[in-house]
């Protein structure tokens, strides 16, 4: 029997997890249908890789992956916001003068040193 966990999460801060003890040699589709999460959530449809990835412990697979114990599969939702696009916003929001490494400058030194 092997140990394994499914989550899923919704939205920010709200997770879906569940352990279940499994039989050796399953895949990752089938974990995913006996956890009961895809009938939970009906808004996951892994059959749109856009929207939808399967992951293990955050390293995208297939769902034919056949699971080891201890695995952790991850559903993960599409980003709405490039990372790098939201960084630069907020910097640009914030200003010079409070982010990062421009908010403690030394006495007499030139902004951002």
């Keep these: 029997m092997n140990s394994i966990t499914v989550m899923y ?11 279940l003890a499994l039989n050796a040699g ?31 412990w955050g390293k995208k697979t297939s769902p034919e992956h056949v699971l080891r114990d201890l695995d952790r599969i991850e559903i993960c939702r599409a980003l709405t916001v490039d990372p790098k696009v939201a960084r630069r916003e907020r910097f640009q929001k ?6 990062g490494l421009f908010s403690k400058r030394r006495e007499g030194a030139k902004p951002g040193y």
Excluded: K, N, W, Y
């Excluded at 999460?9 to 569940?18: D, G, L, N, Q, T």
């Excluded at 999460?37 to 856009?50: F, G, H, K, R, T």
């Design 26 to 56: 399953i895949t990752v589709m089938q974990a995913l249908q006996q956890s009961g999460l895809l009938a939970e959530c009906p808004e996951v449809d892994l059959s749109q890789p856009e929207a939808f990835m399967v992951c293990i």
């Design 94 to 99: 914030q200003g010079s003068s409070r982010a």
């Design 9 to 19: 999460s919704p939205a920010p801060r709200v997770v879906h997890e569940r352990v």
